[in-house]
């Protein structure tokens, strides 16, 4: 008769304790190893490229937002540094070429929305043509992705409706 000491359950199923060791073993280097990749995947995005794809952004906004809040110069989009997300409407962290100052960069309008919080013009618009058109955020982020514009969660979509 086998020592049951040495026999452990695992997923069900009996093994001994140096196969399950094994086995452990092996799925928590592969995590770390998952977690490691994932960790230089986000650093590498955020160093070389904080924002990809495309945004909808209000032109004449932008073009007065792109301006350092030090020293008044003119601002490029080339130096952004990072980038926050609220819905469809973006706010870039961007560098100033002359002063490094960073200055905030909102893509497009807001406007007072209820209990006293602002909202982005452009998410409540994207949302009132998407319940004109009598779809909701299923379609509007399937469209999205065709575009390579973030999308928008279906808790905001349902929040702006
Ligand atoms: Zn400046």
Redesign the pocket.
Known sequence: MENTDTRVRFSGRFTTRKKLKKQTDFIASMRETKKRKTEEKCSQSSDLNPCEGRRIVDIQELGKNLV??????C?SLQNVKSEKRLGLNSIFLVK??????L?DVATGKMHAGGRKRKVSDVNTKTVLGFVHAGVGSTALNKILACLNIPEMTSNMFKRYE
């Open positions: 350092c809040t030090s020293c008044t110069e601002l100033c070429h002359r002063c490094s100052v200055s």
